[in-house]
């Protein structure tokens, strides 16, 4: 009985160790995310999965929608469903609205597979060398991050707690859709 116990043991303690040091990666754990709202967005640049890099500081104007995620992350997996509509949706696709879903160190064929299995068509950047979660002090996946037009933070989301979240999430993208872009005329009464 002690022999079947330890393998289970060991592949728990491996797994929680795994997902502390992918998850816990704040330079300094008092630092979060969060610590970084109304201030500017670090600049990063990432390749999508085809190869392409894309850098944030060429969505000024835009609202990104930056989400921390990987395909063995279960609250990740619960989230991405919202993701999709998001990244989906015309209307704010129309406005302004960009979305970028982070891969957190995982291959490029574990992501394509996780992608077509799911039918998830949103926008991959790989970070294989942490630069997106060292800049944004990333401690926990999922984390949701809202740039807005004028290149500041708006709102940071760490977690995912179903319709709730969703929500919460959908009020901080259109809050930061309806302000305008910078250097845009504003009538004033």
């Not at 000024?60 to 990987?70: M, S, Y």
């Not at 406005?95 to 077509?116: C, H, Q, R, S």
């Not at 942490?130 to 037009?149: E, N």
């Amino acid at each position: 009985m002690k022999v079947a116990l330890f393998p289970i043991a060991a592949v728990v303690a491996m797994s929680a160790a795994g997902f502390l040091a992918q998850g816990t990666l704040a330079a300094n754990p008092m630092e979060e995310t969060a610590s970084l709202k109304g201030k500017p967005a670090p600049e990063i640049a990432l390749k999508t999965l085809d190869g392409n890099e894309v850098k944030l500081s060429d969505m000024k104007g835009k609202v990104v929608l930056i989400d921390a995620w990987a395909t063995w992350c279960p609250p990740c997996r619960e989230s991405l469903p919202h993701v999709q509509k998001l990244s989906a949706d015309q209307h704010l696709q129309d406005k302004g609205l960009v979305v970028w879903a982070v891969d957190l160190k995982e291959d490029k064929p574990t992501i394509e597979k996780f992608l077509k299995d799911n039918h998830y068509t949103f926008t991959v950047l790989r970070d294989d060398k942490d630069l997106m979660h060292k800049s944004y002090l990333v401690s926990g996946i999922p984390t949701t991050i809202i740039v807005g037009r004028d290149g500041t933070v708006k709102e940071t989301f760490l977690g995912y707690g179903g319709e709730k979240s969703a929500q919460a999430i959908d009020d901080a993208v259109h809050k930061a859709l309806a302000e305008p872009a910078p250097g845009a005329n504003v009538a004033t009464e």
